[in-house]
Nanobody, 114 residues
């Protein structure tokens, strides 16, 4: 089992940027594809994007060109750089393996509002 802790969320104006971090415990992180997920109020949790253990990335269409996922296997961390944020990006953001198979962390709230 891997424990996950997300951080870096906050309140940002439309067009702004945020950098989210995912800290993992356990060496399984190094060998696992990882994903960033989000859950907006009243909606199902969705996969925003993913990164393989080797660093190849895929993104959901609405965030392509705005969000970038990276990882540091030595530090057991994954980053979500979010630029050009829109109100529709408001959600609680989570990290997990892709597909998700570990317990969910507490998530980090991202609010995009003027």
């Amino acid at each position: 089992q891997v424990q996950l802790v997300e951080s870096g969320g906050g309140l940002v104006q439309p067009g702004g940027s945020l950098r989210l971090s995912c800290a993992a415990s356990g060496r399984f992180f190094m060998f696992s594809a990882m994903g960033w997920y989000r859950q907006a109020p009243g909606k199902e949790r969705e996969l925003v994007g993913s990164i393989t253990s080797g660093g190849s990335t895929t993104y959901e269409d609405s965030v392509k060109g705005r969000f970038t996922i990276s990882r540091d296997n030595a530090k057991l961390t994954m980053i979500l750089q979010m630029n050009s944020l829109e109100p529709e990006d408001t959600a609680v953001y989570y990290c997990n393996s892709a597909p998700a198979r570990w317990s969910w962390g507490q998530g980090t709230q991202v609010t995009v509002s003027s």
